[in-house]
């Protein structure tokens, strides 16, 4: 049980992110427009909030999730597919509140991956891994 609610935050935490993503984009947007033209009325103060409120809850759910997936990881004898996974809520809260995730991130990928690199369903946690290596 553990793992499906982890992955259901690792879920929300990735829609919520998305939305703070898309919304930060619009606000800059909305910042030129505002700039060009003052006599608009945007609202931009409040679409902010909105956007560092789902910031917020993005990260609360990735955090979240990792403690889900901890839980998981040793109900499931420690498999594989849940370092990978926990992997992933590293590497959005990497993005989301902290660099200092992604050495975590990466190490749990490595772990993940150990031993089954060229096998085909690894091979979206070896790219992935690879990416974060390189920053």
Do not use: C
């Amino acid at each position: 049980m553990n793992n499906e609610l982890a992955q259901s935050f690792l879920l929300k935490a990735s829609i919520t992110a998305a939305r703070w993503q898309t919304a930060s984009w619009q606000i800059k947007t909305a910042q030129s427009a505002a700039a060009a033209e003052p006599s608009l009325d945007l609202d931009i103060a409040q679409w902010q909030q909105t956007a560092e409120t789902d910031r917020t809850n993005a990260i609360e759910s990735a955090r979240r999730a990792v403690r889900e997936f901890e839980k998981s990881s040793r109900d499931l004898n420690r498999n594989w597919t849940v370092a990978a996974q926990a992997a992933a809520a590293h590497d959005l809260l990497a993005w989301l509140e902290s660099p200092a995730h992604r050495e975590t991130a990466i190490s749990n990928y490595e772990a993940s991956i150990k031993g089954r690199e060229s096998e085909p369903f690894a091979h979206p946690f070896v790219d992935r891994l690879n990416q974060l290596k390189s920053r």
